[in-house]
């Protein structure tokens, strides 16, 4: 797979991720996650590692950033960042591969990396999602 194929890979990725948390946010369940994500999270910048099989051998990065209830690119490659995401190659063509069933069950989305940022209460509604 290119590098373009990579980019459009997690471009398209991110894009079901934010349709997700659109589509939910005025769920009573994932409304509350939601916004307890806007509030603890806006601004936080991450840095993703993309990897195949080892995610200790990433091949490619980015950086993005949560702001205004979605997930942006701000760059390719690495970058100073709050946290880091590592991910599969296999999960992100499978939300670009299957994006109803992500925006319809948001919990299989993958926001585990983000738990320490949350305050409890809204780690224990993650909790119970997944």
């Known amino acids: 797979m290119s590098d373009k194929d990579i980019y459009d890979l997690f471009t398209e990725a991110l894009e079901v991720t934010n349709k997700a948390l659109e589509a939910n946010r005025d769920s009573a369940f994932y409304g509350t996650l939601i916004s307890g994500m806007d509030k603890y999270l806006d601004g936080h910048k991450a840095g993703v590692a993309i990897y195949d099989d080892d995610p200790k051998q990433p091949f490619d990065y980015f950086t993005l950033r949560y702001l205004n209830g979605k997930f942006e690119i701000l760059s390719r490659g690495k970058s100073e960042h709050d946290t880091e995401w590592r991910v599969a190659r296999e999960y992100l063509a499978s939300l670009a591969d299957e994006p109803d069933a992500y925006i319809e069950n948001p ?24």
């Open 107 to 130: 919990a299989k989305l993958d926001i585990d990396w983000l738990r320490h940022l949350l305050p409890d209460s809204v780690n224990s509604l993650l909790k119970k999602a997944s």
